[in-house]
């Protein structure tokens, strides 16, 4: 029964017991060996008189033949099975997308985490369906609807997937549904004609699960995977994970010259701090605030083109450099603390920036760029704070300093990574200066993550004595 009204009918469907007086498909075959030496007899024996047109099969062999389950013969359309194209969908590729094991799976078996129950009358009883969504169907749906005219075809019962198109189909993406009653009976299969349709088929595509549907346009296919979709039977495709659509390739390449840069300047960040923690070659302080901030304003005052794209090198590894001894002074304080807080806080950060910038990535673009005045404004007060508390002294509002600073710093990988993408995609391909800001915004909130962990750690220690 649950085969007959949604999927495809199989050649065992077809069968009919003889006692009912009809007839079997498998009777109507008969012995290929018989068939071969009754054609060699025709050839050989002598014409006949004038040929008769052979009688009609019997009713009850027409009626297997031709009747369908939901009793009508699909009949052929000079217009085509589809309306018009409409002004939206002018030029754009037809997309036939079949229903049952290609956006749902359904079952009269009762299935707990049912997205649908769909009741069906079949007989004059009302049976309850059970549907389950496919993985990430409607973001597949939304986003096939932008591109192309989507079409339901599906060898199923209108009064079974209709309702199951209206629960599923939230952004009317189908301009128009067919079912079993438009498809072609075919050696025992419901076949989807896509020459009836009224389209050209050469911009014309049938998206289904099962061969027998698109037998006659085979060329035009694609098939999409037979199974029994749950919620835990997901293909993950790590490639994917990396695919950024809304990025233009160009952009895509700017990104990886970035974070290219940007990782180089932790190689060379860390190596400065290792030489105040370790060497003691240099000590880090207000000189080397200076030197940095004086290297930065040298970065952004070269011009960025071939010529000048080594020396800008340079001076970012330099910038680097000694930012990382300028960190030394931070480092001291939390070893003398806890020498495992700066392995956590780096861990933390890491977490931190890479979560950020995925969220900005895989983002609608320009989406966070709203942020921007909500961050300076924040930029403001902390600056407010600190000019307060250099009169008060107050750890209470030191410790506020640090948090509000951590959060606005998350804000701002945010924010500087979409405003990264959107200045690339306008044609603004200086990576180095653009790994500045990048490495700012880690810096940033390593620092106050060791403050942050140092100073918890240091109030445990008193609380123990």
């Not at 949604?6 to 060996?33: N, Y």
């Not at 052929?76 to 997309?95: E, F, S, Y």
Request: with cysteine.
């Amino acid at each position: 029964m649950e085969s007959s009204v949604i999927t495809q009918v199989h050649k065992e469907d077809v069968q009919v017991s003889p006692k009912a007086g009809q007839v079997s498909r498998s009777a109507l075959k008969q012995p290929r060996s018989c068939n071969l030496f009754k054609a060699l007899f025709c050839c050989l024996r002598a014409p006949d008189g004038p040929k008769h047109p052979p009688p009609p099969p019997p009713p009850s062999q027409q009626a297997l033949l031709e009747a369908q389950e939901n009793g009508a013969l699909a009949k052929l359309c000079d217009a085509g099975l589809l309306p018009r194209v409409t002004a939206r969908d002018q030029g754009k590729i037809c997309v036939v997308i079949d229903l049952d094991e290609t956006l749902v799976h359904s079952s009269f078996k009762p299935i707990s985490n049912a997205d649908f129950i769909v009741p069906v009358e079949i007989e004059g009883t009302t049976h309850q369906v059970y549907v389950l969504k496919r993985p990430y169907v409607d973001e597949f749906l939304r986003r096939m609807g932008e591109l192309f005219e989507c079409v339901l075809f599906t060898a199923s019962l209108a009064k079974y997937a209709d309702p199951v198109t209206d629960l599923l189909d939230q952004y009317s993406v189908f301009r128009a549904r067919l079912f079993r009653e438009s498809c072609v009976f075919h050696q025992g299969c419901y076949v989807k004609d896509l020459s009836r349709l009224g389209r050209d088929l050469r911009k014309t595509l049938i998206l289904d699960n099962s061969p027998a549907s698109y037998i006659f346009h085979p060329d035009n296919a694609i098939s999409s995977s037979h199974r029994t979709m749950n919620v835990f039977d997901r293909n993950i495709d790590l490639d994917a994970l990396f695919k950024f659509s809304q990025i233009s390739h160009s952009t895509q390449v700017h990104l990886k010259k970035v974070y290219s840069s940007l990782a180089a300047c932790m190689f060379l960040a860390a190596a400065g701090a290792y030489t105040h923690v370790v060497l003691r070659l240099f000590q880090g302080g207000v000189v080397f605030a200076l030197a940095s901030l004086a290297m930065m304003v040298w970065l952004a005052a070269t011009p960025h083109d071939a010529r000048t794209e080594k020396k800008r090198l340079a001076i970012l590894a330099g910038f680097a450099f000694l930012n990382g001894v300028g960190l030394g002074p931070t480092l001291d304080f939390v070893i003398a603390v806890n020498p495992s807080i700066i392995v956590t806080a780096f861990l933390g950060t890491s977490v931190i920036f890479i979560c950020f910038t995925l969220s900005a990535l895989y983002a609608k673009r320009r989406s966070y760029l709203f942020l921007g005045g909500t961050l300076m404004s924040g930029v403001s007060i902390l600056f407010l704070m600190s000019l307060v508390n250099m009169w008060f002294g107050s750890v209470m509002l030191f410790k506020a300093h640090m948090y509000l600073g951590l959060l606005l710093m998350c804000g701002f990988v945010l924010f500087d990574t979409q405003l990264i993408i959107e200045k690339a995609e306008n044609g603004d391909k200086d990576y180095v200066w653009h790994c500045v800001d990048l490495f700012l915004d880690f810096l940033t909130i390593f620092r106050k993550l060791m403050v942050i962990l140092a100073l918890g750690d240091k109030d445990k220690k008193k609380e123990k004595k």
